[in-house]
């Protein structure tokens, strides 16, 4: 035995209020959903806890649901339902495609989205396409509800906008018409594989004019981003490859890589000008 | 605390403390060898299990989570048709070398083979591959289990072009 986790609590609240009390009651206790994450922090002690608080089989915190207007997805959604999902292959694309590139069979079965959100690892595939959709995420903690975008989540490496003892509970997105979308990931390898640099766009091109884009990243920053100044570019204007060239220049320039054991800062500045290149040119259709 | 959940079809009752995790349940309480010991992270599989009917990696698995499940290795599956053909197409194919990942490569692709069935969907070679990502085979016999997985599929669902 390579790894002993330390002696730690166990409870397994059937609700969200229980679940809330624990979190609140006991010093260092800590939300386990999927475990895929959270257990290899421990295992390595990155994470010290005392007790886990386990939330994956509350009822509130699971499920996908077309509300109408917009889809809603429980935190403690396992990864591999969101990919067997008619609402999210038919609405959510994107979010589809981010997924699939996620871990293995045996992960994507353990691992959910709420998970993937609040570990808040700058190379979270699920962040960009829900930055890149304006996603909204409901916390819920002992004052109530409260409703977080998306793009203030993210507050700084591995922290999130959540207060100690608030929970994740589920992911809003607004339904939309994108005619073009894309997620371009460049891993260590072919599968099963964490990001180098990953590129997500959401695109509305109509009659050849950008009415809309969406552009996310991760692996590139502290936490995963949008490109703003990029989107403004290409905002408005009539679709060509000199449009995209530049977009792609700009996206460079708004990240801020480091070095790391998966690629370099420089590499990783390249790449994400080479990958927003080829998202963008598949997302605005001329690929 | 203690946990209950059915084990091969058998219903078990284990007393853990939180922080055992379920391969060591398996391998140390319970005998089931057939689970193998890798890296202990979730990268390799060597520990896959099925809860309920799905693969998952025991090292990364609280038996506390397991409480209520369905647990399925090897061992459980001796006397299932579909298991018997995969591991004779196994077998054929030459698909295990040292044979240290075989079992949980055989639990995932049966896991596979069961759900392309259910859905009577024929998968794309692409999408073999693509299911037994998560186990780390080092001797390299991926060509091969996928050709085993294949031959099944083409049995059932006719031949690929």
């Not at chain 1, 694309?93 to 691992?111: C, D, F, H, T």
């Not at chain 1, 070095?259 to 080829?278: G, I």
Request: net charge positive; aromatic share 6%; proline share 4%.
């Amino acid at each position: 035995m390579y790894y002993k986790l330390p002696k730690i609590d166990y409870y397994r609240p059937k609700t969200l209020d229980e679940a809330i009390r624990l979190l609140r009651e006991i010093d260092n206790s800590r939300v386990i959903a999927g475990g895929t994450d959270l257990l290899v922090d421990m295992k390595t002690s990155r994470v010290r806890v005392r007790a886990l608080v386990d939330i994956s089989s509350i009822p509130d915190l699971r499920g996908i649901e077309d509300l109408g207007r917009t889809i809603r997805i429980g935190a403690a959604t396992r990864l591999q339902e969101l990919i067997e999902s008619n609402v999210v292959s038919q609405n959510l694309p994107l979010l589809k495609a981010a997924v699939e590139s996620m871990g293995s069979w045996q992960i994507r079965n353990m691992a959910t989205i709420g998970g993937n959100l609040c570990n808040a690892s700058p190379a979270a595939d699920t962040a960009p396409p829900l930055l890149a959709y304006d996603a909204e995420f409901v916390v819920i903690g002992s004052e109530g509800l409260r409703v977080i975008p998306s793009t203030k989540f993210f507050v700084g490496y591995r922290k999130t906008a959540l207060n100690p003892c608030e929970i994740l509970k589920e992911i809003l997105v607004k339904k939309s018409e994108w005619s073009g979308w894309s997620y371009v990931k460049l891993g260590r390898r072919g599968g099963f594989t964490l990001s180098v640099v990953a590129v997500a766009v959401l695109a509305k091109v109509i009659d050849g004019v950008v009415y809309d884009v969406r552009i996310a990243l991760n692996s590139v920053a502290p936490v995963p981003i949008r490109a703003y100044k990029a989107e403004e570019v290409v905002r408005g204007k009539r679709v060509s490859w000199s449009l995209i060239e530049e977009a792609a220049n700009t996206v460079a320039g708004e990240v801020t890589p480091i070095d790391d054991v998966r690629s370099t800062s420089w590499y990783r500045r390249e790449m994400s000008y080479q990958l927003a290149k080829d998202a963008l040119a598949k997302a605005l259709g001329v690929a | 605390m203690r946990v209950n959940f059915t084990l091969n079809g058998n219903r078990v009752e284990v007393d853990v403390e939180p922080n055992e995790i379920l391969l060591d349940t398996l391998r140390l309480r319970l005998g089931v060898k057939s689970v193998k010991r890798g890296c202990e992270r979730g990268e390799c599989g060597a520990c896959t299990v099925l809860v309920n009917g799905k693969p998952a990696v025991s090292c990364l698995l609280l038996t506390v989570q397991v409480d209520g499940s369905e647990i399925t290795t090897v061992e459980g599956l001796y006397s299932d048709h579909l298991f018997g053909e995969l591991v004779e197409e196994f077998s054929k194919n030459f698909a295990v070398q040292c044979g240290y990942c075989t079992p949980a490569m055989l639990l995932t692709a049966y896991a596979f083979l069961n759900e392309a069935l259910r859905k009577l969907l024929k998968p794309s070679k692409e999408d073999i591959v693509k299911a037994i990502e998560g186990n780390l085979c080092r001797c390299g016999t991926y060509p091969r289990v996928v050709r085993a997985i294949t031959e099944v599929l083409e049995r059932k669902l006719g031949k690929y072009g």
